[in-house]
């Protein structure tokens, strides 16, 4: 035997990725092997790239057998279960053998995925390099090598997987946008067949269990296929999206393209009809007489007509709508691609109707005709309501809450803020809710120990205070993050809070924008509900809910013994594996502290 070799390249430093966490260097240090008849080299393995992992795929191979692959160079792309993740090279090498191919899907942690060798002459060696011949590699089984890698190949290219006859292409899977997503909805493709990629550009917008996102181009190309057309839901992680080439005289060779992934989804989102927005769950009746409403002609309106096919339309737009009775069909759109923006709702004038002496009963007709038939209806659950609904009952099933209720004398914190909107711009004005945040941060800097988080092994004492605001909109709950809030000024949150509130109703919030956080807010005060306890969100330790203020009685050093007050009433919810009672009551009595005497908050 040989004796052992010097230090092999190391592997480590994460990429981001679009919707990609930032994960620590996790890739372990292998110690390289030398076989009797093959040359010095070293086996790496995938390693966990995240606490949950256990299987990963290999999106994409950076490097081919036999190049040079030098300190810090990208080697290969991992899809996690948590994001998309690069990794780099610390030490020159040379790729001698790819064990794993490209789109292989769920190797096992620990799987032997590629071999390198200090010297380029050594890589010929390894040329008819198989798992099957390390003692030390898994079961060949366990990693099930793609169809066009089988042994005995058809005789021509098959349609479900890139053949040689293929030019050079990149096939881009569906990456996790957020730590909790497991399937993402292809809501619109941004580009079509054939048009040019650059770098940076919009490719799709994709709903992910928290909000819709941009799924931008890394690269310059052209769009050779789409394989997940529009409107595609529960689209699984990790399936093939689209083709891109990197010659526009190669997109013809893509015209049959199928992938084998997505062949089944598309079959059934084709003969699948769309959701019946209605349940009619009454006993059948006899038909009775209809009008001869039908049989007449329709009345012409001074409007354009109402537009065929899918509406592209906002989501806040789409609510506003809805409140308003409005018909998305005769609004026409100024955004992107004919879009309807709320500006267009806003400015909207329904067309008037022309008249028609000899039709008056129409209108009549037609509103008894548009009345909800039945005794309920059917609303199907988006990505996003599911997952709230899941990780709110995992909080409440799992962490055992407590609850902490406080009055607060909110008298000078409203002629603070009366004051001060009378100082800043007038593109600024600040809100109660600005002080509560400034007051909460600085409160979780006094007891830490309400700035922790939960971490099964450990008990993480945060050291910055990243508050999270919970904002109500169309698509449901989300809560944007306003980043270190204890070292901001009240003009600075209240510019985060108002950017982020508009982002997050409009669908536009990037994922390091709602990811993380270590405190919440919950405010329904402006609803007029008085108090209310909030369910925590996980691994944060606290909540706090916040009601509206009130004029009350107090008791007062004066001729008449009292003084009509503001007061507020919040309840804290704590994690008792986190914050003991006393604890939580030392937090809210520092945060009763700073809004009663809003000028400590200066100190």
């Known amino acids: 035997g040989a004796g052992p070799l010097g230090r092999g390249p190391a592997w480590g430093s994460p990429v981001r990725r679009p919707g990609g966490l930032p994960l620590p260097p996790a890739w372990p240090r292998l110690v390289p092997r030398r076989c009797c008849s093959l040359p010095a080299h070293q086996k790496v393995a995938l390693p966990a790239l995240s606490p949950t992992m256990q299987m990963g795929t290999i999106a994409r191979w950076e490097k081919k057998e036999g190049d040079k692959i030098g300190e810090g160079e990208l080697i290969a792309e991992v899809e996690t279960d948590k994001a998309t993740v690069g990794f780099e090279s610390l030490e020159e090498c040379y790729l001698a053998k790819i064990l794993v191919p490209e789109g292989t899907r769920d190797v096992p942690i620990g799987a032997i995925i590629c071999i390198t060798v200090e010297k380029p002459e050594h890589v010929d060696a390894f040329k008819n390099y198989t798992l099957d011949s ?170 354009p007509p109402p537009r065929k096919g899918r509406i592209l339309v906002s989501p806040l737009a789409k609510k506003m709508a809805a409140e308003k009775g409005i018909d998305l069909a005769q609004v026409k759109g100024t955004g992107p691609d004919g879009r309807i923006t709320k500006k267009d709702v806003e400015s909207f004038v329904p067309p008037k109707v022309a008249p028609a002496p000899a039709l008056e009963a129409v209108p009549a007709a037609a509103a008894v005709a548009a009345a909800p038939v039945g005794t309920f209806t059917d609303i199907p659950i988006s990505n996003i309501r599911r997952v709230i609904a899941q990780r709110l009952m995992q909080s409440k099933q799992t962490i055992p809450h407590y609850y902490l209720s406080v009055d607060i004398n909110m008298g000078e914190v409203l002629v603070l803020r009366k004051e001060l909107n009378q100082e800043v711009s007038d593109n600024i004005k600040l809100s109660v809710n600005d002080f509560i945040i400034k007051a909460s941060a600085l409160a979780c800097l006094k007891v830490p120990e309400a700035n922790s988080s939960w971490m099964d092994t450990v008990i993480r004492q945060n050291h910055v205070v990243d508050v999270s605001v919970a904002v109500s909109t169309p698509a449901g709950l989300i809560t944007p993050i306003v980043f270190n809030a204890h070292i901001k000024g009240l003009a600075s949150i209240s510019k985060d809070v108002v950017s982020l509130a508009t982002k997050a109703r409009e669908g536009k919030l990037q994922p390091h924008e709602f990811q993380g956080g270590t405190f919440t807010i919950s405010n329904l005060g402006m609803y007029g509900i008085k108090n209310f306890s909030a369910i925590i969100n996980p691994p944060q330790a606290c909540i706090l809910a916040v009601g509206s203020s009130e004029k009350r009685l107090v008791p007062a050093d004066n001729e008449k013994g009292f003084d009509v007050a503001s007061v507020m009433s919040v309840t804290l919810s704590c994690d008792h594996r986190v914050v003991d009672g006393a604890v939580g009551a030392q937090w809210l009595a520092e945060f009763k502290n700073l809004l009663e005497k809003p000028v400590t908050m200066l100190l």
Not at 226 to 241: F, H, M, S
Not at 246 to 272: C, R
Request: aromatic share 4%.
């Open 134 to 303: 390390a003692a030390s590699a898994p079961p060949a089984a366990s990693v099930p090598p793609p169809q066009a890698a089988a042994p005995s190949p058809p005789t021509q290219p098959s349609p479900e997987a890139p053949g040689s006859s293929y030019p050079p292409h990149m096939q881009v899977t569906l990456p996790a946008l957020s730590p909790t997503m497991t399937m993402g909805t292809v809501q619109r493709w941004e580009k079509k067949v054939g048009e040019k990629l650059n770098e940076g550009d919009l490719l799709a917008e994709i709903e992910t269990d928290k909000a819709t996102i941009g799924f931008e181009v890394q690269e310059e190309g052209y769009l050779a296929k789409i394989l997940v057309p529009e409107g595609t839901r529960d689209v699984p992680l990790g399936t093939a999206l689209c083709i891109i080439v990197e010659k526009v005289s190669d997109i013809p060779a893509f015209a049959d393209y199928q992938d084998t992934a997505v062949t089944d989804m598309k079959a059934q989102a084709a003969a699948a009809p769309p959701p019946p927005p209605l349940v009619v769950a009454t006993p059948a009746a006899a038909p009775s007489p209809q009008p001869a409403v039908p049989s007449t002609p329709a009345v012409p309106t001074a409007g």
